[in-house]
């Protein structure tokens, strides 16, 4: 095994051990994005408003009490609409298809997060698990172009498959989920194919990784030639 490759192999076990504390954390951190957009909504449109009454009160004229009432009343209608308006719909299936390569991760991850309630407890660590593993996928997709093999193979996998995939589980009546067939129940089979797609996201981004790793690893050994070799 080259050094190149140990690298890879401790990154993944690295992810692996830290995975179990990102999986607790990543439903926290979707509803605290959530909040976060719809405060950041809030405070757009209440600054707007209030810009806006300042531009009259300086070009018309002072906005009286009963304009300052109609400001704050209208400031908190606003806040009240933005806060229980309902969140924008996760990206179908046939959406994620058409996503550009560098948005697919968000995109998917977004259609995971709305898949949680049709699918079985144990099933969720395993979409926690392949979000991270998309995240962590995002920043080799930059410099990948889109007509290349790996970004037609991630494009298939990721937009193709894997929706293609929980929506045949999803299709399968409930009292029949936990019901052998073929030696196994369609509960095990999708938590199989969920683990294998985690394990070929993080193949994947090892594999677009190992140029940056043999660059990394031969800048490393030609600075430890130069420098280490200048003191002896």
């Given amino acids: 095994m080259s050094e190149v490759d140990r690298q890879i192999a401790r990154s993944n076990e690295l992810l692996d051990r830290t995975s179990e504390r990102y999986r607790r954390s990543v439903g926290r951190q979707h509803r605290t994005n959530e909040v976060g957009r719809r405060l950041t909504r809030i405070a757009a449109a209440d600054g707007a408003i209030l810009v806006a009454a300042i531009i009259f009160g300086l070009v018309v004229g002072p906005l009286g009490l009963l304009g300052a009432v109609g400001v704050i009343a209208l400031m908190i209608l606003v806040t009240l609409v933005l806060a229980m308006a309902p969140s924008a719909p996760p990206p179908s299936p046939e959406k994620l298809r058409t996503t550009t390569l560098t948005a697919l991760p968000a995109q998917?991850?977004?259609?995971?997060?709305a898949q949680r309630l049709a699918l079985p407890a144990p099933a969720v660590p395993l979409l926690d698990a392949i979000s991270i593993r998309l995240d962590t996928l995002k920043p080799q997709l930059a410099g990948l172009a889109d007509d290349a093999p790996a970004a037609a193979e991630i494009r298939k996998l990721v937009s193709e498959q894997l929706p293609e995939f929980v929506d045949d589980y999803k299709k399968v009546p409930p009292p029949l989920r936990g019901v052998p067939r073929n030696g196994k129940t369609p509960d095990a089979q999708l938590l199989d194919g969920?683990?294998?797609?985690?394990?070929?996201?993080?193949?994947?981004?090892?594999?677009l990784a190992q140029g940056d790793l043999d660059s990394l690893a031969t800048r490393g050994r030609f600075l430890e030639i130069k420098y280490r070799g200048d003191e002896a």
């Avoid at 969920?194 to 594999?207: V, Y």
């Fill in 108 to 113: 998917t991850g977004r259609w995971l997060d």
């Fill in 194 to 207: 969920l683990k294998l797609i985690e394990q070929e996201i993080g193949d994947m981004t090892a594999d």
